[in-house]
């Protein structure tokens, strides 16, 4: 493997950061306005945190994936 492919490991995890970045900030925008809806109009930071729930599945996922293709 050449130095110029090494190089390009991080390009898929640049790209997920970016994408993942613009979605999850929308994604917690709009369930915080739900959570917001159903408090009668009270908002409440906690609400945020519901958010959380799918990246805490996701990230270890995405962990063991990434190691698993060095430990090859």
Known sequence: MSIGISGL??????????IGGFIGGAMTDWIAERMARRNNGVFEPE??????????????????????VFLN
Do not use: D, H, K, Q
């Not at 490991?9 to 970016?18: E, L, S, T």
């Not at 805490?56 to 698993?68: D, S, T, V």
């Open 9 to 18: 490991y991080n390009v898929p995890a640049i790209i997920g950061i970016c």
């Open 47 to 68: 609400s945020r945190l519901i958010a959380l729930v799918i990246p805490f599945f996701l990230e270890p996922i995405g962990l063991i994936m990434y190691f698993l």
